[in-house]
């Protein structure tokens, strides 16, 4: 069952009823200030950090859910109503949410009234813009109230929900005409404010929730609304709120707009006042007065279109496959983007309160961006570099605002390092750009202690060979990719952190994945060591990559699939000696990856192990069986009931990784089915049981030992973006950059018997036809008519256009 429908031509999902399994929401923003916002206009926005620079509240844990948002509420003719449906539910004529790149559309129709909401951030724009438009649809003429709608955050979302004794008495405002300016905190430390605007003359306003909604009212039921009569009031304490009236008059067929705009301006600190106790308006004016007319919206609408249609221009195929199109052109790159922004800060899933930017989440992040812009790439490197810990460790997060690293959850992910060399290899093969090496970057953001990244590189590679355990084999520390494989934990107090506890020291618990992982980055820690003219780096790289391999096949193979780990006692983790979890995901995918076991056999033996008992009709399950029981010596993996996240649920975050895995080993056909079972816009049919948005991926779908088998849960805020578009784009379509050129080497499934893709790459553009025959075999390759070896078409100059004729 479908609650919508692409329009591929818009770029845009078409919500098609409001009654959706669960608020399908979408993002506002591309660079330093961004909203959610979801499919009714619930949801809240901020400035760089949702934790600590929040402008509009949201409840989560609210019952109803998503209750909370820029809303717009219709008062006509003593009847009222909201466009997106909630938060008054009266039934409407006619709902339609367009979910785009960066906006979102909302129009609702009632009694011969028609009212669109467009919500986007406009580019170099610290604001929000909220463009309304009403149309009499009916034939007589109409007098309408229209009202606008935000409840204001005092800025740290933690300190918000947590502090009312302080907070209830703090909330200040300014009201300067049709201009609400909410100014908390800004007579003391802060100096910065919101503004919340609109471009017409007012009727009336509010700035104080109970003067607007009425005592023992919810958003549903505002008596102002009810009224058609705004109180004009002033918040003092209590909760500031910016609310607009305006009175509209429309003959039949008329329609008028409006803009709205809510936004975040910073004023330097000699700068903060025009008088005594009042702000300094100069930087919100020159905000406000870019977006006057409609004229002005519909520019920066179109100029936020262009930007998309540029970035979605470096990768993009025609296949004759209408889902998987649209996935590669389209929602997959807008995910990454998504996901590149805001690690796992903000989302229907995420408070925005818990979690920064995460040191593994953002460096995988961007395999998935770096190809949309390269340079933020960079600068996003560089920011994460400098939380490493001059041991080569790392904080596991950062706060995107003051860029250090987070003391709460400290560091001890003993993975961790090592994605900071994928992050910064994929970056370089995209760019080009070997400089990046040299740039300065401290450690643990301390300027005198700094080194060039390669050398923060070379200590993340050493990290892992400086913490070898009893078997040779990567010590696990506090966990690795898998948060949940907590084996020095320990832990018996309900409620303690299953990440930062660490209740035994020991130097014995040791990762196989880790050590794939290890294998896996080390040709690209050699390659870019040469490239620094450190030959003999490189050749001890490899070394001890050879090393790694061996002991993977002596101490981590269990004779038909990866072992996982060796736990404190030195006893194994994912083997068929064990009761539950004989079976992990994550070692069988990384180290066919890495080439491990490929000539041996074992590689293949593992892969078929993961189709005969982790595959599910949902996609492939992390572990089997499922921990039936906590055990206190793996943690948190086994605390979560079976098939649930990490307890053999279907982490979307790894199936992508088996995916590559066939295809080192030429299996496209079931690469692409394993794809198509987790990739949304395949899923849309069955939203009724996905329950989810259709338009990018969750990071989990309960496996098949789960009551509700199929559903999905946390959605977009996911590693799962990123390896999804490097598994299908460069895998099984099968084009990516290496530093000595284009590779192009498909392996994809029959079913796909022809496809172009287009790539443009270090500025020239390359035409690829494939003729598609499955043959598990490398590729043959024609240069711009003319044959050649192997499948690395070189580099070619910027400019230049390259047609490469391809058949597999
Ligand atoms: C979450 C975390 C990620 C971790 C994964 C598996 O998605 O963000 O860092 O690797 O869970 O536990
Ligand atoms: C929980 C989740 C895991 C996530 C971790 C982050 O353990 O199961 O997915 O990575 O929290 O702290």
Not at 258 to 275: A, D, I, S
Not at 462 to 473: I, R, S, Y
Request: net charge neutral; glycine share 10%.
């Amino acid at each position: 069952m479908r609650f919508g429908h692409f329009d591929d031509a818009a770029r845009e999902y078409v919500i098609s009823t409001p009654r959706t399994p669960y608020p399908w929401i979408n993002y506002l923003g591309t660079e330093e200030f961004f909203g959610l916002v979801s499919h009714t206009g619930g949801g809240y926005c901020f400035y760089r950090d949702a934790r600590l620079r929040r402008l509009t509240r949201y409840r989560y844990n609210n019952v109803p859910t998503d209750v909370g948002g820029r809303y717009f509420y219709v008062h006509d003719d003593g009847d009222f109503w909201t466009p997106g449906w909630a938060p008054v539910k009266r039934e409407l004529d006619f709902y339609e949410c367009r979910v785009g790149l960066s906006y979102t559309k909302i129009t609702g129709e009632r009694k011969g009234l028609r009212a669109e909401v467009l919500y986007f951030v406009p580019l170099g724009t610290t604001a929000e813009v909220h463009r309304v438009t009403l149309k009499n649809t009916s034939k007589a003429p109409k007098s309408v109230k229209l009202f606008s709608f935000v409840e204001f955050c005092l800025w740290d979302a933690s300190d918000d929900q947590n502090n009312y004794q302080r907070n209830l008495s703090i909330g200040e405002v300014e009201v300067d005409g049709g201009t609400i300016y909410h100014k908390t905190e800004y007579r003391e430390r802060r100096n910065h404010y919101a503004v919340h605007s609109v471009n017409a003359k007012v009727a009336g306003f509010d700035t104080d929730r109970e003067s607007f909604l009425g005592p023992w009212n919810g958003f549903g039921e505002p008596q102002a609304v009810a009224e058609g009569r705004s109180r004009n009031s002033v918040a003092s304490g209590w909760s500031p709120i910016g609310s607009h009236q305006l009175a509209v008059d429309l003959a039949p067929g008329e329609e008028r707009s409006f803009v709205f705009v809510l936004g975040y301006v910073e004023n330097p600190v000699e700068e903060k006042w025009e008088g005594p106790g009042v702000v300094n308006k100069a930087r919100a004016r020159q905000l406000l007065a870019r977006f006057q007319t409609t004229a002005q919206v519909d520019a920066a609408l179109v100029a936020l279109r262009d930007y998309w249609t540029e970035m979605l221009s470096k990768y993009t195929v025609k296949s004759g496959d209408e889902r998987l199109d649209r996935m590669v052109n389209i929602w997959n790159p807008y995910q990454c983007m998504v996901t590149f922004n805001l690690s796992r800060s903000a989302s229907y899933f995420e408070t925005g309160i818990g979690r920064g930017m995460g040191f593994r989440d953002s460096n995988q992040d961007l395999l998935g961006f770096v190809h949309l812009v390269p340079s933020r790439a960079r600068e996003r490197i560089l920011d994460i570099a400098a939380t490493q810990k001059p041991d080569g460790s790392a904080y596991h997060q950062y706060q995107p605002l003051t860029k250090r690293g987070n003391n709460d959850i400290g560091s001890g992910f003993n993975d961790d390092p090592l994605w900071l060399i994928s992050g910064t290899a994929a970056y370089i093969k995209e760019s080009g750009d070997l400089s990046v090496l040299k740039e300065t970057v401290p450690f643990d953001n301390d300027p005198k202690d700094a080194a060039t990244l390669f050398e923060h590189l070379k200590r993340s590679f050493h990290h892992v060979l400086n913490n070898l355990g009893p078997h040779g084999l990567p010590l696990i520390g506090r966990a690795d990719w898998n948060d949940c494989l907590n084996l020095n934990c320990f832990s018996e107090t309900p409620g303690e952190s299953f990440q930062t506890t660490g209740n035994r020291t020991g130097r014995t618990a040791e990762s196989v994945f880790i050590a794939g992982l290890f294998v896996h980055v080390a040709p690209d820690y050699a390659a870019l060591a040469e490239a620094m003219g450190l030959e003999s780096e490189a050749k001890a790289a490899r070394f001890h990559a050879v090393r790694m391999e061996e002991t993977v096949l002596k101490h981590g193979w269990d004779g038909e699939w990866f072992l996982r780990a060796y736990d404190f006692f030195g006893k194994k983790v994912g083997s068929k000696e064990c009761e539950d979890g004989q079976i992990l995901i994550e070692p069988q995918g990384y180290c066919v990856m890495a080439g491990i076991g490929v000539k041996e056999g074992h590689a293949k033996k593992a892969l078929d192990s993961v189709k005969a008992r982790l595959d599910t009709a949902h996609g492939i399950v992390l572990n089997q069986p499922p921990y039936s029981a906590y055990h206190v010596e793996l943690g948190e993996i086994s605390s979560y009931p079976p098939g649930y996240k990490e307890n053999a649920g279907i982490f979307c975050h790894n199936n992508p990784w088996v995916m590559i895995a066939e295809t080192v080993l030429g299996r496209g056909e079931r690469a692409f089915e394993y794809w198509k079972k987790i990739a949304p816009a395949y899923r849309e049919e069955i939203s009724e049981v996905h329950r989810l948005e259709p338009y990018v991926y969750a990071q989990m779908i309960a496996g098949k030992d789960a009551v509700r088998h199929g559903e999905a849960k946390n959605s977009w805020l996911t590693g799962t973006a990123a390896w999804n578009f490097v598994a299908i784009s460069q895998h099984l379509l099968g084009v990516r950059p290496e530093l000595l050129g284009l590779r192009v080497n498909p392996c994809l499934s029959a079913e796909i018997p022809s496809f172009t893709v287009t790539r443009r790459c270090r500025g020239a553009e390359y035409r690829i036809r494939v003729k598609n025959a499955a043959t598990g075999q490398p590729a043959r390759l024609r240069v711009d008519g003319k044959p050649i070896e192997g499948t690395l078409v070189p580099w070619a100059p910027a400019g230049a256009t390259v047609t490469i004729d391809c058949e597999v």
